[in-house]
């Protein structure tokens, strides 16, 4: 395919060129084994090629009109409009994504472009009384410099537009390293989307490359100031701990374990639909998903039964049919990773309501139930479409139950008094929860992240100033200090 052909390059100071090591990142289309790309890893001397070009071309951007750097955001906003159709089929090829993904995916990314766009103007400078007679203090904002943005491979795009638009647009530079499964959408295409909007070179880099060729030099080098890094709380940990010893700030966006809670007094087919959504949007391969569906034992049965039935209906297989509603998972190690753990977890003694099969990525859904309460498998992030039913008696246990995890992303809640509701949210150890909603949902201006290990930092709206800016003093002495000698 030519689009992918056409961007499996390395962008380094405004250049597309192949990378330097001796191997190729394959890029496959995970449904039916097309080769998509063949990409030249970066080596580490390319990724201190990127920053440095970065540090380069930062001052000169920072110091730049914000209504300048607004008007780069408002163009690449117009060619994400223009190119919509081509930038869905690429999500549907490269990463599995079915039709209705892809299009949840791009209508969140111009959402989050649209705020950079404002973001740009966002930061605002104080000034701060002093005891000193004749002082004035001045608290300006000011870009952090340079940001390492790391990102995943199941929503490439938005999570990689993400943070690159918001630095941008608040005045720094930015070297982006995708996953190795979604370089082009998580990579280079946004390379080529601000480039044709008129980013100056060096601004964006995007290195293509992989742990195995560079180690953490992407981490230890001494230009970035902030790593922002979305992905697994294994590898979070790793960056958290690079980054405080080289005293980077690190932004995490890691795993979660999110539970859906459905008191006796819910709508239950409404909290069929939510629970549904929210476990087997783009195959379970979400951060947020729904890995526990805690229901009041009172309503078990009845929830149960439809729950597994429209499970049932979902249709698996090809991502390119708009009626496909669940595709492969991303690679053949995670297809087979789901189908031993969904064996392990019966053999344990839990029972499968339905018992998904793998056939290559493909994995249709599983439900089970009767989990022991030590069961391993409450207690990780299941990236996969596997659904854990889970009872309980009465609120305090659900809350229990909700709370007795490593993990604290997301989460919801349904019943028919809201209050009640937003009291059980309130109990829940986590850093986003929803009432009579699903659990997967971002917007551009709220607080976004986790508690415990599902990450450090918010992103969007102001949390982005505090991410990508950092503070700095300057004090004018308009009389004269009396100094002690």
Partial sequence: MSFFTDLAHQYIDGEWRPGKGSWDIIDFNPFDGEKLASIPVATAEEVDQAYRAAERAQQAWADTNPYARRTVLEKALRIVEEREPEIAEAIVAELGGTRL????????????????????????????PSPTEGKENRVYRVPVGVVGVISPFNFPFLLSLKSVAPALALGNAVVLKPHQNTPICGGTLLAKVFEDAGLPAGLLNVVVTDIAEIGDTLLEHPVPQVISFTGSDKVGRHVATVCAANLKRAVLELGGNSALIVLDDADVDYAVDAAVFSRYVHQGQVCMAANRILIDRSIEAEFTEKFVAKVASLTVGDPADPATQIGPLINSSQAESISRLVDETVESGATALLHGRADGNLVSPSVLTGLPADSPVLQQEIFGPVALLVPFDGEDEAVRIANDTPYGLSGAVHTANIERGVRVGQRIHTGMIHINDGTVHDEPIVPFGGEKSSGLGRLNGESMVEAFTTQKWISVQHGRSQFPF
């Avoid at 299009?103 to 000034?127: D, M, N, S, V």
């Fill in 101 to 128: 993904k892809a299009g949840f995916e791009l209508h969140l990314a111009k959402e989050f472009l649209r705020e950079a766009i404002q973001l740009a103007l966002r930061p605002a400078g104080q000034i701060l």
